[in-house]
């Protein structure tokens, strides 16, 4: 069997379990696995293109050197992030999905395994797209600002290395994603890794134009010695920028015989046999701590979650208890990834004696813990950020009443007869009318409250709302019956 | 917990898409006793055995599994019911302790974590107790499932080809645990395809084909009713394949084309 063709059943695997697993996480390109690899990479080249479209206006728009300088520059840098971002997210679905199993059973080598999964986030993934982030505005440049055609070169040529670079350096940290399952530290550093880049990913516009103000200040020189973008610099500072051609080529070489030896390690605990005599648990105790065991082994769904919590900590830091309120009540739409959390083990829930309310006590426990030590950070933080005491009550209130509603509704779509709960998941159009509605709900009614009856009222009027949310949630669910 | 009563189908019809899976099917597993369920791949074994725990329902007939109805009270009847299932489904991010408690807590049962070792080293996976759910094979996961099973000593037992998978020891072990529950008044229906085990162990055999019983009694009455050797005879016979059968014995004691 041909490489080519190897490397598209791979992506056509790798989206399908991709698409079944993280149908909440909106991760995957939208064509991934496609049949050909023109029909794969369309979507985004044409999005990305978008990109290159706001550079040559840029281009167009300055004519100095500095400018110039500022525009490759970014495009280094966001080549870089969606490069490796993608094909980092590829690459953990290849391996913890197990699909490097059935290509063992082939007569390839690592190198050869390498090449083919190389191939498939390229050609299947959508990989390829990104190279037209920088080709058109590169080449643009060159043409259009011939006196400055070397710094355009040269910023196509970072760019090339640094998506070279990413992604072999992908394909490698996508390769550790199996240890994240066996190992807690491992699965805490992935999912702050994930963390990291959502949050890059939402902070984008502000990264830009941090890369655009490097570009024009006095950092320029330190920058000139940094591995990729140090070179877009070369003729303003030709030995910081020798320093970083020598960086940049040392760590391509070291990524690329990294890469070429790509493989599934695997975490063994020492050889530890036999069943630990664990504590015993009630029923609902049983299914949180099944929850919470489930969530420790995979990062991205950890990921899903600490991310929305980041925002309340940001949020607390300007002067807007309606952006707080909002952020609360983002934080509560996390709920829906416990459910998803149980995966193909959903199945088998429904061959043991539990009820639809079991679920969404357990479901409501699993989201209200982590809310409740979101809520306290909260509390322990306002004080330095000048708000008062109430504010972290109300928080508290309107992240239970946007959890408790979530999961409803969720749980709603929930089929009766055995079924993998991510496979039966709401369409993401519809999940992000729920979760607007919801949340319009959530944050809106102890939101009015606070405008014309004060914080107390307002946190009075949250704690009623998330009450009345759990107490229509038992009724319905106790109507549902055995699951 | 003390037992109420046997297995029984009444009358089950099921239909899948217009097509008619189970027909009429009737069955009883008395208190005690022992009951292999037979049949070819595709005949309805596994769509009757789900019934007992309320993963399916049928679409007439009743089923009660000791003294409960799993279509009025699934809960209830999975309570009652140790269900392995044909394909194990499980949580794959699980250790198998982890499992274990998780089970023992759902169910509400009492481990007793000897029990769970000396079990699990009678079934090959005291080694495997520290590893992720997904690491197992196919036949530990069954194993693991099995283990569950045989903890929590449920009054009722309906295994779905519980010997797939098992090497021969464990097997052993798991018909000697089938006998002591039978003598401890368990009712035990399982299917199998291994039909040597099915007559060392069954107090009765049912074969199941194209959704009917087409045979019922105990190994001697079959065989007896039908003129065959054994218990693979009676099946090919009652499956309507006696003649290939006949046909590939001779070759197997080395008769064949006189030709070659």
Request: aromatic letters at 10%; a neutral charge; charged letters at 15%.
């Amino acid at each position: 069997m041909k490489t080519r063709e190897i490397a598209r059943v791979v992506a056509g695997e790798a989206a399908y379990r991709a698409k079944r697993r993280s149908v909440k996480l909106g991760m995957v390109p939208r064509q991934a696995g496609a049949q050909s690899a023109l029909s794969a990479n369309l979507f985004l080249t044409l999005f990305y293109l978008l990109f290159s479209g706001m550079m040559l206006v840029a281009i167009a728009a300055s004519p100095t050197l500095e400018s110039l300088i500022a525009i490759m520059l970014t495009t280094v840098a966001v080549v870089a992030f969606f490069n490796l971002f993608n094909v980092t997210f590829f690459a953990a679905v290849f391996f913890s999905e197990n699909l490097y199993e059935p290509l063992r059973l082939l007569p390839l080598d690592a190198s050869q395994t390498a090449r083919i999964l190389e191939a498939a986030y390229l050609l299947y993934w959508g990989g390829l797209s990104v190279t037209a982030l920088f080709l058109p505005p590169t080449l643009a440049a060159a043409l259009y600002r011939p006196q400055y055609a070397a710094y355009s070169l040269l910023s196509l040529a970072a760019s090339a290395a640094v998506y070279y670079t990413t992604l072999e350096a992908g394909l490698v940290l996508g390769s550790y994603s199996r240890l994240a399952k066996s190992n807690a530290v491992f699965s805490v550093i992935s999912a702050a890794g994930w963390v990291t880049l959502m949050v890059a990913y939402a902070f984008m516009p502000q990264l830009l134009i941090s890369a655009v103000e490097a570009g024009n200040t006095a950092v320029q020189p330190l920058l000139a010695a940094l591995p990729f973008v140090g070179l877009v610099l070369a003729p303003l500072y030709p030995l910081p920028a020798l320093a970083s051609a020598i960086l940049t080529l040392s760590l391509m070489w070291l990524i690329h015989v990294k890469a070429g030896q790509v493989k599934a390690p695997s975490y063994h605990r020492g050889g530890r046999a036999g069943f630990r005599p664990l504590k015993p648990l009630n029923r609902i105790a049983a299914l949180v701590v099944k929850d919470y065991e489930l969530m420790l082994r995979e990062p991205r769904r950890m990921a899903a979650i600490f991310y929305l919590y980041i925002f309340p900590l940001i949020f607390l830091f300007t002067p807007s208890p309606a952006l707080m309120i909002l952020s609360a009540a983002a934080a509560g739409t996390t709920a829906p990834v416990w459910i998803y959390i149980e995966g193909e083990g959903a199945r088998h829930l429904y061959e043991l004696p539990l009820t639809f309310t079991d679920i969404y006590a357990a479901k409501l426990a699993d989201t209200l813990i982590p809310l409740a030590l979101l809520s306290t950070l909260v509390a322990l933080a306002a004080p330095l950020a000048g708000y008062e005491p109430w504010l972290s009550l109300l928080f508290a209130a309107v992240a239970a009443g946007e959890a408790g509603l979530m999961l409803l509704i969720f749980l709603a779509e929930i089929p009766s007869t055995p079924s993998a709960w991510t496979e039966a998941a709401t369409g993401r159009a519809r999940s992000m009318v729920y979760m607007l509605l919801s949340m319009a709900l959530a944050a809106g009614v102890p939101g009015v409250g606070l405008s014309y009856a004060g914080p107390a009222a307002a946190t009075l009027i949250g704690a009623v709302f998330a009450a009345a949310v759990a107490a229509a949630g038992y009724a319905y669910t106790g109507r549902r019956g055995a699951l | 917990m003390e037992v109420l009563d046997g297995i029984r189908y009444s009358s089950i019809v099921k239909e899948y898409g217009g097509v008619r899976v189970l027909e009429g099917v009737s069955l009883e597993v008395k208190p005690g006793s022992i009951v292999a369920l037979l049949g070819p791949n595709g005949s309805g074994k596994s769509t009757l055995l789900k019934m007992s725990v309320g993963l399916v329902a049928p679409d007439s007939g009743t089923v009660s599994m000791c003294g409960v109805n799993p279509v009025d009270d699934p809960v209830e009847a999975r309570r009652r019911v140790g269900y392995l299932p044909e394909e194990p489904v499980l949580f794959e991010s699980l250790r198998a302790d982890e499992y274990v408690r998780f089970i023992a807590g759902v169910y509400g049962v009492q481990l007793d974590w000897g029990t769970v070792g000396e079990w699990a080293r009678r079934l090959g996976l005291w080694e495997h107790g520290s590893k992720l759910v997904g690491e197992l094979s196919h036949g530990n996961k069954r194993k693991l499932m099995l283990l569950t099973v045989i903890v929590r000593n449920p009054p009722c037992l309906v295994l779905d080809e519980v010997f797939s998978g098992l090497d021969p020891l464990s097997a052993v072990r798991v018909k000697a645990w089938m006998r002591e529950a039978a003598a401890l008044g368990r009712p035990v229906l399982f299917s199998t395809h291994i039909l040597p085990i099915a007559e060392a162990i069954a107090d009765r055999i049912a074969i199941i084909y194209k959704g009917r019983v087409v045979a019922q009694g105990t190994a001697h009455e079959l065989e007896e009713l039908y003129g065959a050797e054994g218990l693979e005879e009676v099946f090919l016979s009652v499956t309507g394949h006696e003649a290939e059968y006949r046909e590939l014995l001779h070759v197997l004691r080395g008769g064949g084309d006189e030709d070659t």
